[in-house]
Structure formats: structure tokens, C-alpha cells
């Protein structure tokens, strides 16, 4: 018995590869370890340390993206993560939200008079579950890391305690979503049984090979339906998006933009690895489920957004039909073999990036805003009249929310033309005309947003302040903003050879 | 005694799994109790235990049954979560139901 305990050979771990990691974990720890053992720190602090553990992480990344460029993507610990240029560039993007929304909050919570160090704590775990996700090569991993997102993200909404609302919205994120996880577990235990294994790669070549298992075409059908439930939850498709308004409309404001953000990145990345490193040889069965949930989200996204009176829910609902975008560039993938798997992925990988910094600005000015006005409400009339208060602040807004619209020159428009032009490479027009009609009509959500700021008048006149750390985070997207849309070769250089996935 | 023999195969655990699944589903849809549809979530998550197991055995795989227990971790952690965001309400509320969560909505 004793000689079989001692012939256990861990898997070998290339620290440095999971240095990110390491850095988030060990911040999130610092903050809660000595946070809790020492006396309330000083203004801001508790917010700087999350920050800087986030530039560390990105700083991380950036060498691992050096050394992926140079010897190539592979798999870490035992083939239980992917080291690829997609999980990487996710990575950056998760970590780069965790930074701008550190700082934010910061200003929030001095506002609130509540600095505590838990809720940077949680960003960081968070954090940590998202990069797990984005980088995952096995179901499990996945499944944990979207436990660890998902678990931080439920304590985050409910952590305002003296509002109803910020307890209502935990208490339904965490149902649904709880709802949601079983469901993706469900259909990765049929996926197991199916195939035998739990590992995207060796599924791809488990279903390839047909003499190694005997396959189960309606057990993988149905665990692949219930994981495509699971993840349509958990990213807000339509028809399972029914939760999102309401928790991003009772959260507090820069959790919002951090739920928004990096828990949409990385549930949508780990979508988007899963259909295309495990089931490329399946797309014909998911490409048309995909293509539906896409044009409904699409649609409904942007509709319902129109007649929407509070700007949360009304980002709430964008945030949904950007969603619908992402899923056109993977539908454009379905159309691709194996090895190939086209524009989409690269459109997809910059969209997330350039998706993430926009919402964090856009709900960095909603928070600074909503702060101002007398009850904290978020309502379209709170931004009227800013535009003659404070224009700055109002024309910082109007570029993020012209970018989210995905007017020409600002990032918006890179990324949607990306998503588009794959579909259209592919010949999939429908998608693409779908996409293009919708993005017309949520401009005129945005275009609300702008007039209420500009033309009309405030009924109670009150000046906005904006804290300092909110100024830099909010210059920080802005700036991202605007010289990705003027200068789009930077991130579209980089990102020339990121469909090579980790393989082996 | 018996004439027949009615041994208990794969399949068994494998549909009593889907219905338990189910139940939890259900559950989850018609219940408005917080709790209730809180136990419902772990009911549905305890199925898919039972299916992990099943295949694992049906595959003669291990890696099947390591996985419950990665659940089960899961599970526990989601226990904590869940009951410090209904204690948190029930504090500031003498009763939930989820019909009484009604104040955000557009």
C-alpha cells in the first residue's frame, strides 16, 4: 500500500508560466491577512495594493506573451492549462479591468465612507478564477475557476449591506447562477462519458478516433446542449439573460463594471476555447445553435435596451448584445476545420480586449455620476445637464459610449469590424446583417445617453467631482479608446498569429 | 424465490441521476423559498456526483470519481456563499421569499 502512495508522480509546473497566478493569489491573501489583522489603512491604500498586484500580473503576462511569441504555445501542469497567446491576451484584459476597477472603488468606498479590504480581495480571487477560465484545457479546471469567478462575483454584488437592492441582486445572481453551474456540470459529466476524458484536447481526439472509445453521439449532443445552457447563463445569451439587468442595475456601480467586464471576458473566452479546441470536429451541430443564440441576443440586446429609463439597465443591456457580437465571430469560426480556425478567433480576442476597457470607463463615469447626485440613483435624469457642469467628464462619457456604439476612429468600431469581416469571409451574410442592423439600433440607446447629457437641463443643478483615482482610471480607458481606433495595426499586429492554440 | 434477477446496471445510476437532476430543476423553477431552491442547487449538483461516478466506473476510469470530490469542494464553498447572502437578508427582513425580491426591475 505504502509503495503505491510513494510512486505518485505530480505533474512537473513551470512556475514561472503561472507567475500571474501566483501574484494575484498572493495579493488577494496579503489583503486579507494583514487587513484584517492591522487597524483601517490609510485613504486609497487597500485600493493601490490591489492595483499594483494587477500591473504585476500584467506585467507577467506581457513577458509570458514574449516567450509564447518566441517558442511557442504549450501546456502547463500536466495538460490542465493552456499557455496560448489567446489566454494571455484574455489574461492581460482580466487583470487590466482589475486594476481600473481597484481604483474606482477605491473613490466609491471613501464616498461610501466603507473602505474595507475585503472587496479588493474578492476582485483578486475573482481575478484568479477568470484567468484559470480563459486559460483552461480541461473541464474541470474550467468548471473550477468558474466557481471561483462566479462565488467572488456573487459576495461583490451583495457587498453593499446597507442597500436592499445590492442584497436582492446577490441573492438572484446567486440562485441563477448556482442554476447555471449545475447545468454546465451536467453536460460536462455526459461529455465524460461520452468521450471518455475531460481534457479539450484529447476530447478533439477522442471524437476524431474511432477505435480508442465507443462513442455516444446523443450523450455528447446533450452534454454539449447543457454546457452551451451553463455558458449562455453565465455570459447573459438570450434566452438566459434574465438576471442581468436586475444584478447589474442593484450591484454597486464599479462592481458592475467589474462583473461586466472580467467575468464577461473570461466566461466568453472559455466559450469560445471549448467549442473551438474540443469540438472543431462538431461545429456543424453547434455552429447553427450558436448562430441562433447570437441573433437573439443580438437582437433582443439592443431592443430592449431602447426603452430602458435607468442607464445601468440600459448597459445592462448592451452589455448583452455585445455578447451577441462575440458569438458572431464564433460562429464564423464553426465554418472552419480543425487546424484553421480563422479571423474569428483573432476578432474575437480583440474584441474582448477592447470590450473590457470600454465598460469599465463607461461605468467608471456612471459610478462617479451616480455618487453625485443626491440618492445614488442611476436614472437617465441624473445625467442631464453634465454636459454644461463638467464637459470634460461629459465628452470622456460621449467617446466611450460613440466607441460602444462603434463609431468610426474610436475602438468600438475596430472591434465590430473584426467580428463582421469574419463572418463575411466565411459567407455567413445572415449573422453579419443581423449584427449590422443591431448595432444601428443600439446607437440610438447611446445617442439617449448623449442627449440627456448635452441638450437638456438639469432640474436640480448639481457639479460632478471626480476623485482622482476615477480621473486616471476614466483617462485610461478613454485614451485606449481612442488611439486603438485611430492606430487599430498596435493591438491588430500583435495579435497576427494568435490562432495557434496550445496543442501539446 | 425470485424468478427473475434484477441486477442493478450502469443505466440505473445513470437515470436516476437525469431524474434527480430533475427534481432539482424543478425545484429550483417552482420553489420561492431561498433556501429550498438553494437545497434544490445542491440537489442537482449531488446528481451529476452520481453520474461522474457511473461513467467512471462504466469507463473504468479514475479520474471520474477524483472529480466528485472536486464538486463536493465546490459544493461546500458555494454552502458558505449562499447562506452568509440569505443571512445577510434575513437580517435586514423578517421573511424571504423570492416574490418579496421584487424592487429592481424595468
Known sequence: MNDQISEFAGPTIDWFSVSPLLVLLFGALLLLLVGSLTPQWRRGWYGLVSAVTASAAIVLSIFLWRDISSSGPKLLVGGALALDHFAVLASIAICAAVLLVSL??????????????????????????????????????????????????????????????????????????????????????????????????????????????????????????????????????????????????????????????????????????????????????????????????????????????????????????????????????????????????????????????????????????????????????????????????????????????????TSGFVAKFGVVQAAVSVGSYKLAVVAMICAVIAAFVYLRIMVSMWLNDATNPVSVKVPLFSTIAIAIAVSVTLVIGVLPSLLLDLTSNLTQLASK | MIGFALAPTASWYLVLSAVLFGIGTFGVLIRRNPLVMFMCIELMLNAVNLSFVTLARQLNDINGQTIVFFVMVVAAAEVVVGLGIIVAIMRNRSSVTADDLAELKG
Open chain 1, 104 to 409: 474606482v472603488t477605491s473613490d466609491y468606498l471613501a464616498g461610501e465612507k466603507s473602505d474595507m479590504p475585503e472587496i479588493y480581495a474578492l476582485y483578486l480571487t475573482a481575478a484568479i478564477g477568470g484567468v484559470v477560465m480563459v486559460a483552461a484545457n480541461d473541464l474541470i479546471v474550467l468548471f473550477l475557476g468558474l466557481e471561483t469567478l462566479s462565488l467572488s462575483l456573487y459576495l461583490l454584488a451583495a457587498s453593499n449591506r446597507k442597500r436592499a437592492e445590492s442584497q436582492e441582486a446577490g441573492l438572484k445572481y446567486f440562485i441563477l447562477g448556482g442554476f447555471a453551474s449545475a447545468f454546465f456540470l451536467y453536460g460536462v459529466a455526459l461529455t465524460y462519458g461520452a468521450t471518455g476524458t475531460t481534457r479539450l484536447v484529447d476530447i478533439n481526439l477522442a471524437l476524431n478516433s474511432y477505435i480508442t472509445v465507443p462513442r455516444n453521439d446523443t450523450l455528447l449532443l446533450v452534454g454539449v446542449g447543457l454546457m452551451l445552457v451553463g455558458f449562455g447563463f453565465k455570459v447573459s445569451l438570450v434566452p438566459f439573460q434574465a438576471w442581468t439587468p436586475d444584478v447589474y442595475q442593484g450591484s454597486p456601480t464599479p462592481v458592475t463594471a467589474f462583473m461586466a467586464s472580467a467575468g464577461k471576458v473570461a466566461a466568453l473566452v472559455a466559450l469560445v476555447r471549448v467549442f473551438v479546441t474540443a469540438f472543431p470536429s462538431r461545429a456543424d451541430d453547434w455552429g447553427p445553435a450558436i448562430f441562433v443564440l447570437s441573433a437573439l441576443t443580438l437582437i433582443v440586446g439592443s431592443v430592449v435596451a431602447v426603452v430602458q429609463t435607468d442607464v445601468k439597465r440600459m448597459l445592462a443591456y448592451s452589455s448583452i448584445s455585445h455578447a451577441g457580437f462575440i458569438l458572431v465571430g464564433l460562429e464564423a469560426s464553426s465554418h472552419r476545420s480543425s487546424p484553421d480556425v480563422g479571423d474569428g478567433l483573432t476578432a474575437i480576442a480583440v474584441y474582448v480586449v477592447l470590450y473590457a476597457a470600454l465598460v469599465v470607463g463607461t461605468f467608471s463615469v456612471v459610478t462617479v455620476v451616480a455618487q453625485s447626485s443626491t440618492d445614488g440613483a442611476t436614472s437617465l435624469d441624473a445625467f442631464k445637464g453634465i454636459g454644461k457642469s463638467n464637459p470634460v467628464l461629459a465628452l470622456a462619457l460621449t467617446v466611450l459610449l460613440l466607441a460602444q456604439a462603434g463609431v468610426p476612429l
